[in-house]
């Protein structure tokens, strides 16, 4: 009898601590929706340093994003769910980056996380998030490899750097053969980062492809306070063409040392990143003008939501939506679209309803017709355009020129550089 009565306790302690387990899941949004109220989304952007600026606009395009979300009833598989954005300073820096999303996660207990803006920065905070088995959407950073690493969790929404990169030198032959310009020789000027070294990597393909020769691949120093011997020898070399891989204060930087050392090329082309950042306008004056850079998404374009979502951010927070704060916006309809079709914060049931993602219809079409992601984790038709620096009744504008579908109507474009061969 003392026997049984002892195995009695011991199974009535195992009852009892099974049911405890089976309260704590049920009550737990990581396998449940039905008692979640709010879902923390960790927010990796670069809040302080060069980059702050585009820190800056992404944060504002996410925050209404979510405002419009949370208005419209939340995550309604949920209950009705809240979500709750938990904001990380990457300062620009890897390291910071890292242990930021250690933190979101360990720390905040974050659903999901989404950033960065630097290629650098989302490069080994992904791995981190990838370690943890928790999805991760990077809306901005595009260099290829990001994608490439055979990592679950991880969804781009951003266009890879070498899809920019071929669209720039096809762009380019086709201005060549258009305006009878025969383009021959191009210069590659690039911050030392994984973002630059990517484009470099991609140029190094489609531009010999297109029967072009590279004279220059010259690298520097991100945040550099002097390029004037990096000018020099482009101005030096004189290639038809100028291309470059630069953040906001480098940009600038290079753009009025061409200015003031009078170096002229056919054309100088950018990659987004500083040339699309709210400041570069401010930082350059009338020397941008004339310049191209390459994005996925300008004010003029035609495009669904395109007008009236850049009115209200204008509205709001007092100048228009770039490229990058798009991307962002976008994101955060991605990223309750998934939460929607999952019914839970369980991390493996969101990456599944982030790879099963087919949105075609809302305010996702400002930046793309269609959002699918490949097995990679790549969204495969993420659209691409091609704007010219112009001075439009006194402003200076970012005008969108190719491709013809996406230009601005009764703009002419502006091909070879002004002054060429003077």
């Not at 419209?72 to 890292?98: C, L, R």
């Not at 509205?315 to 704060?325: C, D, I, P, R, S």
């Not at 490949?374 to 355009?385: C, H, K, S």
Request: aromatic fraction near 10%; proline fraction near 6%; charged fraction near 20%.
């Amino acid at each position: 009898m003392l026997l049984r009565g002892k195995y009695t306790k011991i199974i009535g302690l195992i009852l009892v601590t099974a049911m405890m387990m089976c309260f704590v899941v049920g009550c737990s949004g990581s396998e449940s929706g039905s008692d979640v109220e709010v879902i923390k989304i960790g927010n990796i952007l670069p809040l302080s340093g060069s980059a702050a600026p585009l820190g800056k606009i992404g944060q504002e395009a996410r925050d209404m994003a979510i405002e419009e979300i949370n208005a419209a009833g939340g995550i309604k598989s949920m209950n009705g769910a809240q979500i709750e954005m938990i904001y990380a300073d990457s300062k620009g820096d890897p390291a910071t980056g890292v242990s930021e999303a250690e933190r979101l996660i360990t720390h905040e207990e974050v659903a999901l996380i989404t950033g960065c803006y630097q290629s650098g920065v989302a490069m080994p905070s992904t791995e981190v998030a990838e370690r943890y088995g928790i999805p991760y959407i990077v809306p901005v950073p595009s260099e290829d490899q990001i994608t490439e690493r055979g990592f679950k969790y991880v969804f781009r929404v951003a266009e890879k750097t070498s899809w920019r990169n071929r669209d720039q030198v096809t762009f380019v032959k086709e201005m060549a053969e258009k305006f009878d310009t025969p383009i021959k020789t191009v210069a590659l000027i690039y911050e030392n980062t994984s973002w630059g070294q990517g484009a470099v990597r991609a140029w190094e393909k489609y531009i010999p492809e297109a029967g072009l020769e590279i004279v220059l691949k010259e690298p520097y120093p991100s945040n550099s306070s002097d390029l004037t011997p990096v000018v020099l020898k482009c101005k030096n070399l004189n290639p038809d063409i100028i291309m470059l891989v630069s953040y906001v204060s480098d940009a600038a930087l290079l753009t009025n040392t061409f200015a003031e050392h009078k170096v002229m090329p056919k054309a100088f082309v950018g990659t987004s990143g500083g040339f699309a950042d709210p400041a570069y306008f401010e930082l350059t004056g009338d020397n941008c003008e004339y310049y191209f850079d390459i994005s996925t998404w300008e004010p003029d374009v035609n495009r669904p939501f395109s007008q009236e979502v850049n009115q209200k951010f204008t509205e709001k927070y007092g100048y228009a939506m770039n490229a990058e704060a798009v991307k962002a916006y976008a994101s955060m309809y991605i990223i309750a679209d998934a939460l929607e079709r999952a019914g839970s914060t369980d991390p493996e049931a969101l990456r599944q309803a982030f790879a099963e993602t087919n949105i075609t219809e809302g305010p996702t079409q400002m930046y793309a017709s269609e959002i699918v992601f490949d097995e990679t984790g790549q969204m495969v038709n993420a659209p691409l355009v091609i704007s010219q620096m112009r001075k439009i009744d006194g402003k200076m504008e970012r005008v969108s020129v190719w491709p013809e579908a996406e230009a601005r109507p009764g703009m002419e474009i502006v091909w070879p550089y002004p002054g060429v061969g003077q």
